[in-house]
Every structure is written in C-alpha cells, then in structure tokens.
C-alpha cells in the first residue's frame, strides 16, 4: 500500500492486517506532520531510516493519530487543565519558531554592539581541597603557603587533594573545576578571590559547603568583548527585542 504525502513523497508502507484501526485508506498521510512526529518523538530524520524503519514510523504515526483523535474527542474535551496545557504549548511553540526564522542583519548587531558595550566576565580557574574542619583547613593552608615553588606547590596541592579532599567530583581532576565565571561564584568566594594572583592559596568557607583551600592557577580579568565574541548574545538579545514586539502587536 502507498500513502502520497503533501510534498509529493511516496512512503511505501507493508502494514499487517491489524493496521484496519488506521486511517482510512482514502486519507493522506501529510509529510511534514509525519517528519514532525518521528524528530519528536524518534529524535531521528525521517528521510535518513531505512525503508524497514520507516514503515515502523508510519505505523507507530498512524497509531498515535488514532489514539489521540479518540483521547481527545473523549476524556480530554473540554478539559481545562489540557486547554491551558495547549494554549501554554501554542505560545512556545510560536515564539520558538518566530525567533528561529527571524534574520538578523550585520547592521543590526552592529549598532546593539554600540548601544550595550558587552563584557567578557572575569573568570577563574582553580583547583579545590574541601575540608570538614578549619583546624584541617589551617593545616593544608600553612602546609602549601610554605612552597613557594609553582610547580612544587603544584605537585603538593594534587597529593593533598588526593589524600585529602572530601569533594569526590573535583578530586577525580586533581581537584580542578573549569573556568568559572565571576558571576557564578558565592559572595564569599568572590570577596576571598578579589585581589588574589595566580599560584596564591586561599583558605574560604563557603555556606553549606564546608571549609576549602583553593590554588588560583590563573585569572582573566573583566575586558570589553569584540563584535565577533558578541555576536551570539547580541543576535539572541535582537531577537527577543523582535519577540517581545511581536506579542504586543498580538496583544493590541
């Protein structure tokens, strides 16, 4: 049997006898709404499936039409918690596609450039003892202060997580995080760090967290971004702005 979708596409379908629950024969399957359902629901490209894999998606397709027409000719009509699920879904849905479809020109990103001066954050990068104590964290601290050696301070650090460390994630690395930006740090981590230079050690608590030594292996200062470091912010921020006046064009 063969379904003709909208596009033009033939989609060879070997459908077994219990396949009568279907749509009726007469009926199209549309092509864009089957091509939908399998990235949705399969995660995958319909047109890449082989031909056996298709036909399963056609089948599962088919069904799930079925299903839901009777589903929501039944329990769910006039269902205000489905309603509002809808309508909550058609404005997600909507405003997704408004901003993957909006174009933004080199001019346009320019002149947001001017007006909001972007900032790469300052960011660290550190590798972490945690401890139970302070009378331990005392200990390390004195310990690692009295190398002065990069490297040997280093070496030292990376026994002492090793040995040391309560963190399980960050001992697995030699107790080093990834960079971390100045805004995603506690307050207290961003008042123990202010100042610091890189290879200094830093005893902090930090709440609900315990007591840490940090090594400060580098810093990367706050610094006015390039239009090419902007672009992705900018052009999200350009179409949120055409978003937001889309909606209130809706909504006059």
């Known amino acids: 049997m063969k379904f003709k979708t909208n596009k033009g596409l033939l ?11 279907s749509l009726n024969a007469q009926e199209t399957i549309n092509g864009a709404k089957l091509q939908s359902f399998t990235a949705q629901k399969h995660r995958v490209d319909f047109n890449a499936q082989t031909e056996s894999s298709k036909n399963d998606i056609v089948n599962d397709y088919v069904k799930t039409i079925k299903l839901s027409d009777k589903i929501l000719e039944g329990t769910l009509k006039n269902d205000p918690d489905f309603e509002i699920a809808n309508r909550l879904l058609a404005i997600n849905i909507w405003a997704q596609k408004v901003i993957k479809d909006t174009k933004i ?13 972007p900032m790469i954050e300052a960011r660290y990068e550190l590798r972490n003892i945690l401890l139970k104590s302070e009378t331990e964290a005392n200990k390390i601290e004195k310990t690692l202060k009295k190398i002065t050696n990069k490297n040997k301070r280093l070496e030292k650090f990376k026994q002492l997580v090793e040995s040391s460390s309560e963190d399980f994630i960050t001992r697995k690395n030699d107790g080093q995080f990834e960079w971390i930006d100045e805004n995603k740090l506690t307050p207290t981590m961003r008042d123990a760090l ?3 230079k890189s290879n200094e050690i830093i005893k902090v608590y930090v709440e609900n967290i315990g007591w840490q030594v940090l090594l400060l292996e580098d810093f990367q200062a706050s610094k006015k971004a390039t239009l090419e470091e902007s672009k992705a912010v900018l052009t999200n921020l350009a179409k949120q702005e055409i978003l937001s006046t889309k909606i209130k064009e809706i909504l006059k």
Do not use: F
Request: glycine share 4%; net charge positive.
């Open 11 to 21: 989609i060879t379908i070997c459908m077994v006898a219990s396949m009568m629950l």
């Open 105 to 117: 020109s080199d001019r346009k990103l320019r002149n947001l450039y001017k007006k909001h001066a």
């Open 194 to 196: 202010k100042g610091k």
